[in-house]
């Protein structure tokens, strides 16, 4: 008899309750969001001894708190940071962080989703530069690189975004930061427009995924239904075909 395999929302459910039951999540809590975990300034610092870190002059990461000491880290070293407009709501869907324009008392503050959106620039994708690294934020993942997050989708709908405006290709890494639990031992049930990663790093170990899993080439329209075009406005000039705004 085969065995049923987990779905994604019973997985994410097994995981906010551990982080909950070990008392390793932090405010503002794990369940319903990327979780935010004990660890989550170490597993930065950890990142940042890694090569794909060091090469990287621009990196996009996403917009939540156990991801901002990576943030906060890239600024201080004077990398350029995009974050993603929460739900990719505008058509300016990036802020731009450049912290050659932030004085060494701002970058604390820009590292908070509230602070980007006070010291950074919206950015429309077309004029995003070449990114050197894609730190993604996880609510679980597994060491074939397979990932999963907390069931929005916008993680993937970015990468599928930068490959379209060319600012990502197949060959920029993407990492996660999260703690040692929430690398599971199991199969996840992604599917073929899902993100994933080729290093996670939790406080106390670095993990290279080899070889690196297929991602996503390009937005796909089947996917994409009538309200989010709405919510999301940037998919109506992908979709539209308009090769000056996007493929470049």
Not at 76 to 92: S, Y
Not at 206 to 227: F, G, N, Q
Request: net charge positive.
């Amino acid at each position: 008899m085969t065995e049923r395999r987990l779905t994604k929302d019973e997985i994410r459910d097994a995981v906010w309750t551990r982080l909950e039951r070990e008392r390793l999540a932090l405010f503002p809590g794990a369940r319903g969001r990327i979780p935010n975990f004990r660890g989550a300034a170490a597993a930065a610092d950890l990142l940042a001894e890694s090569p794909e870190w060091r090469r990287a002059r621009a990196l996009k990461c996403n917009p939540d708190a156990p991801q901002r000491p990576v943030r906060y880290r890239a600024l201080r070293e004077g990398k350029i940071v995009f974050m993603a407009v929460p739900r990719l709501r505008e058509r300016q869907c990036f802020v731009l962080l450049d912290p050659t324009r932030l004085s060494p008392q701002a970058l604390r503050d820009a590292s908070s989703i509230a602070g980007a959106f006070r010291h950074g620039r919206p950015v429309h994708p077309r004029d995003m530069p070449r990114i050197g690294l894609v730190v993604a934020g996880s609510v679980g993942v597994n060491r074939r690189g397979e990932r999963i997050g907390k069931g929005g989708g916008y993680s993937d709908l970015e990468w599928a975004l930068g490959r379209e405006f060319g600012f990502l290709d197949a060959k920029t890494p993407v990492a996660t930061t999260i703690h040692s639990v929430q690398v599971l031992d199991l199969p996840l049930p992604v599917l073929a427009h899902d993100l994933t990663v080729n290093l996670i790093v939790t406080p106390d170990e670095e993990i290279r995924v080899e070889p690196p899993l297929p991602k996503p080439a390009r937005v796909d329209p089947a996917l994409v239904s009538d309200e989010m075009l709405t919510a999301v406005p940037i998919l109506g000039e992908v979709l539209r075909g308009d090769p000056n705004q996007a493929r470049r």
